[in-house]
């Protein structure tokens, strides 16, 4: 028995997305007072808390306590006021980065750097910690509210307005999105099997074709899109039949399959997370029990990928490309190792790899109390400047530019930031900004941020009928954007993850309505 989706009519006609996901609003004032009204009260909290702390020292670090918090009321913001109208989206531009990395790594992450749980190697990098841990904390609160208070200015709606009007009104029918999402599967597991021959995907550096590296490594967006568009075709379904449960079945295979060879800590979690994202915009009921199970199932993944992930490194010891039978036979050797462990072993392991994971805000303190001595040095190792570099010549593929400058190497930043160059770490739109324009750049970095997010949202959600093609071009967008790394990357990969979504829509229009019109 098949899967019983809704209707092609439905699509075509009347059909919209649920209530809590059409933040429909001709004013932006509206959203704007709620939320200056909660990052005001914020900001006067740290002030006051921060006074009454004044006596702390920093080897206890409690006098962070405070700046925690704000910057968990901060973010929470505009999830509270959302919440509050009835209208509480998982995946707003403004919410979701809160789940998925301000609030855990600023206001959680701070909690634990305040109790003394982080043992990361460059907490003494950090210079005269009393002062320059606070100033993190605020130049985090400045960055987030920049982002609000881009989302409110009325400029980006009224663009993504225009860019609504003009999009081509193309849509695809329940059993096209299907055999598309199918047909972009299949292209995405082959093309992730040509990255891992590369060396481009995993933990492994590519040692030769390094300039069609990261042609190849985009083009395994395929299977993102493929993933989100087929969950959304079986999560909308009235009922989930048997073809459409042996396509979930092949997608979460596939998924923890690709988080196994992959090998990163939060492989499991962004492999999944398309499917989640499908389940939230599909339209089925959100109630508590719905959010609880989803939150359970994060955490659980966030987990097991944790200690998978750190196990599965620390075999590989380097990240050196080697050839595939030897790198997939690093699999089961981290599944061994890990069964030869005591349970309570890998569990303290595992709290202690996430606390100092989850931890952000130390990573950010080294390059806000340092990036004024160290700029010289950056300088001299050709890491300055990156993020005009990054956004004047991204456009330019690197297989017809190959002396095309590299913004960042994170090698180089990693050895003269953190002094260890066989790690990457977290720098962080805001520290990227302050590293390139002093702290002025911080705001309206962030502010510029916050309007191409309510572009965006505006002209793929807000306001939009049911469309698989703009709900999937949005979750790809959206979860194109790296708070941790940099600033100056954010807009060369939505362009690139836009690119590659066209070519595989482009893919599916030919073969699914142009080859096959009925």
């Not at 339209?283 to 097991?304: C, E």
């Not at 595939?324 to 699999?331: C, H, I, N, S």
């Not at 510029?448 to 572009?455: A, E, F, M, P, V």
Request: a neutral charge; aromatic letters at 14%; proline letters at 5%.
């Amino acid at each position: 028995m098949s899967a019983a989706p809704l209707s092609d009519k439905q699509i075509t006609r009347g059909f919209r997305l649920p209530a809590r996901l059409r933040h429909e609003s001709n004013s932006s004032p509206q959203f704007l007072k709620p939320a200056v009204f909660f990052c005001s009260a914020a900001v006067m909290g740290v002030i006051l808390f921060s006074l009454g702390s004044a006596r702390q020292t920093s080897e206890n670090r409690l006098y962070l306590v405070p700046w925690a918090i704000a910057v968990g009321i901060v973010t929470l913001a505009p999830a509270i006021y959302f919440f509050l109208r009835g209208k509480f989206d998982l995946f707003h531009p403004l919410v979701f980065p809160m789940w998925t990395y301000f609030f855990p790594g600023f206001a959680v992450g701070g909690l634990i750097l305040a109790a003394g749980m982080s043992d990361a190697h460059y907490l003494p990098y950090v210079q005269d910690e009393t002062y320059n841990f606070p100033l993190t904390f605020f130049y985090l609160i400045v960055g987030f509210l920049g982002i609000v208070a881009g989302f409110a200015i009325p400029i980006g709606k009224k663009i993504g307005d225009v860019i609504a009007r003009i999009l081509p009104k193309w849509e695809l029918s329940d059993s096209k999105a299907r055999n598309g999402g199918v047909i972009l599967l299949t292209l995405g597991l082959i093309n992730i099997g040509i990255a891992f021959l590369f060396g481009a995907l995993g933990f492994q550096t590519p040692e030769e074709g390094s300039n069609l590296a990261g042609l190849i490594l985009m083009s395994t967006l395929f299977w993102y899109q493929a993933s989100f568009l087929l969950g959304l075709y079986i999560f909308r379904s009235e009922r989930i039949g048997s073809i459409a449960l042996v396509i979930l079945g092949v997608l979460v295979l596939t998924a923890v399959t690709n988080a196994l060879l992959v090998g990163s800590r939060g492989g499991l979690f962004h492999f999944i997370l398309p499917l989640v994202f499908a389940y939230f915009y599909s339209g089925r009921r959100m109630g508590f029990k719905q959010y609880a199970s989803i939150g359970a199932i994060m955490v659980l993944v966030l987990g097991a990928g944790i200690i998978y992930g750190t196990t599965f490194r620390s075999i590989r010891e380097g990240q050196q490309s080697v050839s595939l039978d030897r790198y997939v036979a690093v699999v089961p050797t981290t599944f061994s190792k890990i069964l030869e462990q005591d349970p309570i072993e890998i569990l303290s392991e595992g709290v202690s790899t996430l606390a100092t994971r989850i931890e952000l805000v130390s990573a950010v303190a080294v390059v806000v109390s340092n990036y004024e001595a160290l700029a010289p040095y950056e300088e001299e190792l050709g890491i300055s400047d990156n993020i005009i570099v990054e956004t004047s010549t991204f456009f330019i593929p690197r297989v017809l530019w190959n002396d095309k400058p590299v913004s960042v190497e994170p090698a180089k930043y990693a050895d003269l930031y953190f002094n260890y160059s066989e790690n990457s770490f977290s720098m962080t739109p805001v520290g990227d900004l302050i590293r390139n324009f002093g702290p002025w750049g911080i705001p309206l970095g962030m502010l510029i941020l916050g309007i191409l997010l309510r572009i965006v949202y505006t002209a793929l959600v807000d306001g939009q009928g049911f469309s698989y093609w703009k709900l999937t071009l949005y979750y790809l967008l959206l979860t194109s954007i790296s708070y941790d790394g940099t600033y100056g990357g954010i807009v060369p990969n939505m362009f690139k993850t836009a690119f590659v979504a066209v070519v595989g829509f482009v893919i599916v229009w030919l073969i699914t309505v142009r080859l096959n019109p009925r």
